[in-house]
């Protein structure tokens, strides 16, 4: 009997993902435990493994195709014994089939305007002859991309022939289209009803500028709606400090010559992870997280790390930072952050966390505000370290000083719990023997 390969979900929260690669082909035979194909997650590229035994006899999703919800049919598999030819694609869940998929990418999907409630006017002597285009009710039936086109070129769709199947305009149609067929003018009630400005997507827009059009990947998709929400939904708090790194840079220093013959080699972000964890586990009510009408505290600090990878961001997590010795911290970033560009972690390695370190100091940013990360209550955003006049025992000095600037939710975090972590944070980076302890 076949066996139906579905979209597989490859975290708790996916939804749908990109099918990025096939790495078989119909006719391959394939075991437990064999890489089929490369799927794209919202914040990674994983490996999707066989569960079954058996022969490719269809793929139903290409490679390349977005959007393919999980628990769809992506593929059919025959068992042992089945002859391939004799085998039925199996179908089942929300993606289009392989043929489909191609006509995606022939045609951009671009949103239907809203049908016109008044008849199409007559065709005028220059329009393309023929039959009036098939409608669906009172809407005319043409592809997405037709009606981008003319909606690009002022052309009236009405007034133009469709050869598509039941006479659906498509785009050689639009392309093809005399200028007769531009839509006519409005009248003058239309006029007065008009808005002043229209304001087009920005697909549609005459920039009038040399320009390409990238589609988003399913990360920065994810992104833009994650971060959007929280701006409108979290209200957000900041608190900035400014800290004197000259202790923790000797430190550093000291630590590093120690820890030489081992390979490790500590970064100031290092020692800022396990402050911010100290920090939290000594102000708990910060390690907190808003939960609608209940709130989580948490007994441990897992640090998110802000790492910047080709088209987005992602964030690996240290688990148990406070509790981890600096150098176990260094080596594990290291570890997190390579896989974290190459998109080998595992959903459990950068979903989760207490708290977020974000840390633009190396691109020379002396101060910023972080959109908090939900659910979490907060994030550290670091800025560069450096030379600047600083008072030290009551004496003007010349000292490196980095400014530091928590973002706290609101609603969980009350203002003066974020200030005592934000005091703290600062003692602990200008004190850090209390890091080593």
């Keep these: 009997m076949p066996i139906a390969i579905q979209m597989p979900a490859l975290s708790p929260t996916m939804e749908e993902g990109t099918l990025a690669k096939w790495l078989v082909k119909v006719g391959d035979k394939v075991s437990s435990g064999d890489i089929m194909a490369e799927i794209e997650t919202d914040k990674a590229t994983m490996e999707f493994e066989a569960v079954d035994e058996g022969t490719i006899a269809h793929i139903q999703v290409e490679e390349g195709t977005e959007g393919v919800k999980v628990g769809t049919v992506i593929a059919t598999l025959a068992e042992e014994g089945e002859d391939v030819g004799d085998v039925d694609p199996i179908s089942g869940g929300d993606a289009a089939p392989a043929s489909a998929a ?18 199409a006017p007559a065709p005028e002597p220059e329009a393309s002859a023929g039959p009036a285009p098939t409608k669906d009710g009172d ?5 997405p991309l037709a009606r981008r086109i003319a909606e690009q070129k002022g052309l009236d769709l009405a007034r133009i022939k469709g050869t598509g199947p039941n006479g659906r305009i498509v785009k050689a149609d639009v392309e093809s289209a005399k200028p007769g067929a531009a839509a006519p003018a409005p009248t003058a009630t239309e006029k007065e009803a008009a808005p002043a400005v229209e304001q087009k997507p920005a697909e549609a827009q005459d920039f009038g500028i040399p320009h390409e059009v990238e589609k988003l990947s399913g990360m920065r998709k994810t992104i833009a709606r994650r971060l959007t929400e929280s701006k409108q939904q979290v209200p957000h708090i900041y608190l900035t400090v400014d800290i004197r790194l000259d202790a923790l840079l000797k430190l550093r220093g000291e630590l590093n010559q120690a820890l030489e013959p081992q390979g490790i080699k500590l970064s100031v972000n290092d020692m800022l992870i396990k402050a911010l964890a100290k920090s939290l586990e000594q102000v708990p009510a910060c390690n907190v997280q808003f939960a609608g009408d209940s709130m989580l505290k948490f007994e441990r600090a897992d640090i998110s790390v802000a790492v910047s990878i080709p088209n987005g961001l992602i964030t690996p997590i240290v688990k148990d930072a406070g509790a981890k010795a600096m150098s176990k911290i260094s080596t594990e970033m290291k570890d997190l952050a390579t896989r974290a560009k190459d998109g080998k972690l595992a959903p459990e390695e950068y979903q989760g966390g207490t708290a977020s370190l974000s840390n633009m100091g190396m691109f020379g940013i002396k101060q910023f505000e972080a959109v908090i990360n939900p659910p979490q209550a907060m994030i550290m955003a670091i800025g560069a370290g450096e030379k600047r006049p600083y008072v030290v025992d009551d004496a003007l000095q010349i000292a490196t000083v980095m400014s530091a600037t928590g973002s706290f939710d609101h609603r969980a975090i009350d203002g003066a719990d974020g200030a005592q972590l934000m005091k703290v944070f600062k003692e602990l980076v200008e004190a850090p023997l209390g890091l080593v302890a």
């Design 102 to 119: 191609k006509d995606e990418k022939t045609e951009e999907a671009a949103p239907a305007p809203s049908p016109s409630p008044s008849p």
């Design 139 to 143: 809407r005319i039936i043409a592809s």
